[in-house]
């Protein structure tokens, strides 16, 4: 009887070696949300678009699995300037933010060396092709700039892993075709809301 207890007990702590796992061990840190990263990350602008938008659930699914590019406070800010707009509510009203932050949502998920693979065409959700090139930031560091339809932004913060997605946060909100009236390469309109 001694022995069969021993052997049970020399199989249950063989089994806690080999899987790494006893009941005392701490519960594994569960993963961020795209929406829990971009809070940790202080991307306030972010945040208030995507609940204007209703996109909140969606992007607090830990099972989603995109390429988010978030734009920083400052680049919502700037693009707010630019349209002499006070607020994000003010593009929302028009129904265009919502499909202006698909355009910053890739169906996969790619870190910042597959974005630059030559074989992958990235494609948003709104059906646009970015187009990634690498790029050397002022203080030296190498890093992703992505040119859209309108305009370009560049990588500041790359591969920050949420669950099952993979944010990098750009410098610049990235302005799809559809919310420009007139032809490439002219400043976007408060008049085209």
């Known amino acids: ?16 070696s ?9 519960a594994p840190t569960p993963c961020l949300s795209v929406a829990q990263l971009a809070q940790q990350a202080s991307l306030n602008q972010l945040l208030q678009a995507v ?4 996109l909140t659930t969606t992007l607090s699914d830990p099972s989603l699995a995109v390429t988010v590019f978030a734009p920083t406070d400052e ?7 630019e349209l002499t707009l006070t607020s994000l509510d003010q593009v929302a009203a028009n129904n265009e933010l919502s499909p202006v932050l698909d355009y910053h949502i890739l169906t996969t ?29 002022d203080n030296g560091d190498s890093t992703v700039a992505i040119t859209s339809y309108y305009n370009n932004a560049t990588v500041t913060s790359a591969n920050n892993v949420a669950c099952n997605s993979i944010v ?11 919310f420009l009236p007139d032809a490439p390469g ?3 309109s408060a008049q085209a809301l």
Request: charged share 10%.
């Open 1 to 16: 009887m001694k022995a069969a207890v021993f052997a049970c007990a020399l199989l249950a702590t063989c089994a806690v």
């Open 51 to 54: 609940e204007i938008a209703g």
């Open 186 to 188: 002219e400043a976007p």
């Open 168 to 178: 990098h946060v750009i410098d610049n909100v990235l302005i799809p075709q559809f």
């Open 75 to 81: 680049a919502f800010n700037a693009l707010l300037d």
């Open 18 to 26: 080999v899987y790494g796992q006893s009941a005392d061990a701490p």
């Open 109 to 137: 998920p790619l870190d910042a060396t597959q974005l630059l693979a030559a074989s992958i065409e990235p494609t948003s959700y709104l059906n646009e092709t970015l187009t990634f090139t690498p790029y050397v930031a």
